[in-house]
């Protein structure tokens, strides 16, 4: 014969249940909120662009993702 399993004194199986119910349900605690964004601060992106496009800035020598970010600043400051 099997014996039982052996239970802590003072817990039952409710109140196990109820712990571990607890600690599946319960929230995480929240990441704390992202930095402020610093206005006009560029970002690194990777970006996938056609070959001659990029051979067209690359062109101009030193400089050249300036030129397509000016390139692109001006498509959007036309269309707001």
Do not use: H
């Amino acid at each position: 014969m099997s014996k039982p399993p052996l239970r802590r004194a003072g817990t039952s199986s409710r109140d196990a249940a109820e712990a571990a119910f607890k600690s599946a349900t319960t929230k995480p605690v929240e990441a704390p909120p992202k930095a402020a964004i610093i206005p006009n601060a560029r970002e690194m992106v990777s970006l996938r662009i056609d070959r001659n496009v990029l051979e067209y800035f690359q062109e101009g020598g030193p400089g050249w993702q300036d030129r397509i970010n000016d390139a692109l600043r001006k498509i959007v400051d036309a269309k707001s």
